[in-house]
DNA sequence: AGCGAAGTTGACGGGCCGTCACGGGGTGAC
DNA sequence: GTCACCCCGTGACGGCCCGTCAACTTCGCT
């Protein structure tokens, strides 16, 4: 802004940290571009559906320059994931200091999950990864929620909060759990988000004591 | 094989079922070599990244012929779907009447299920199904339990053997619980099919008794 | 102003898709 | 045994997507 009358040298650009020049500006705005028609594509034709050629389509870019960009659709797919994720984790982390204890943990980390998946559903980001026989791709924030509950059951282990259990196996239980529940809860209307939360923490705690027990 | 000198009539296609003309031979024949190239090619290449002409190549049909039998490579996985699920139902079912209690109904039929995974996946049957950003196909078997699965929770609530909870939830949360545990599982040599299958059911009855609670 | 690098463009060869007009061979009637 | 019918296998075809690349445009710097 306070640019004036310089050359947008590079001196002015280290300086603050924005105001790059027309170059990176560029850049920035083809890959901000080749994301959004992506989301707008997967959004409207499934990721399975979506051809490289339906999201360069809805930029108003060359196919070559989609290339300098992405690799394949699977690229692009996983920016979109690290972009969710980059979003989810705060929101996890937080609730994660908030929990006075295991099962409140639990049950935060699940109820931001759900809030997410049903704003993320509502907002079309999220389209219908079923189709074919039936496909489901891990979105990111299941990822963030994996190794969220992962991290968090490892720390209870090691607190003697929690039985000794394969945390492996047990991660991978509880992230089942959440999946398949979020799925049917999506599918019902409205979702109620808390009570599938109270249901998934209640379930998954019932596994990790009985687990425990041997 | 007693067909000796006659002429191969439609009457004795019905008297055994047996002994069809050239035609449907020919016909099963297609069929059953489209199937066997389809699993081959899929086991190899992944679900993913198999292409029809993959499989037809895996033939010596010409590729209109493919269309004959199949609309797509989805409508292929289905019949191989079919397929290893009419196998495998009725082993869920003897293991359901052999069970001697709730508990140990679930602890079956989740060993029998691990079990045909692992058998499945040593035959290669079961491809890498994860390529890309990461993506999993319902498989046949999967199905089979959740619906088991499902009406055996259906009838222990309606007799009082397991506590009154939403069905849906519950089956849900189950086979997510098995579709997850069942993953790692097969990662690990050797995969240990009767320790996951108690985690499984461990995990699964302790859920249920607490979601049970209120 | 002018040069070199960085980035964009769109045409191109290769491959897959599903279709369809053709022809060969099984089938049943006589 | 013969023959006409029609089922079904065949492979070439037009349409589309893929990833590449030589030519060109634009930017950044001197």
């Given amino acids: 802004m306070a640019a004036g009358h310089m050359t947008a040298g590079t001196a002015n650009a ?19 571009a080749i994301l959004d028609a992506a989301r ?36 692009v ?19 994660r200091e908030q929990a006075t204890c295991f099962e409140d943990y ?26 074919g026989p039936h496909v489901r791709a891990n979105t990111p924030e299941m990822i963030a929620v994996f190794e969220e509950v992962r991290d968090g059951v490892a720390d209870a282990i090691a ?21 398949e529940v979020g799925d049917v809860m999506l599918k019902r209307n409205p979702p109620d988000v808390s009570g599938a939360a ?3 923490t209640a379930f998954v705690l019932g596994g990790v004591g009985k687990v425990g027990e041997r």
């Fill in 14 to 32: 280290a300086e603050t940290g924005e105001a790059l020049g027309r170059r990176e500006q560029s850049k920035a705005a083809n890959r901000q």
């Fill in 40 to 75: 707008r594509v997967f959004a409207q034709l499934g990721y399975e559906a979506a051809s490289v050629r339906d999201i360069i389509r809805g930029t108003d870019l060359a196919s070559g320059t989609f290339y300098n960009y992405f690799k394949s659709k699977e690229e």
């Fill in 77 to 95: 797919f996983e920016a979109l994931a690290d972009d969710g994720a980059r979003r989810f984790r705060p929101v996890l982390r937080a609730q």
């Fill in 106 to 131: 639990i049950e935060r980390a699940v109820h931001a999950y759900f809030t997410f998946l049903v704003t993320e559903h509502r907002a079309g980001a999220h389209p219908t990864y079923d189709r």
């Fill in 159 to 179: 607190r003697g909060t929690a039985p000794m259990v394969d945390p492996d196996f047990l991660a991978a239980a509880a992230i089942g759990v959440a999946q």
């Fill in 198 to 200: 109270r249901f998934v």
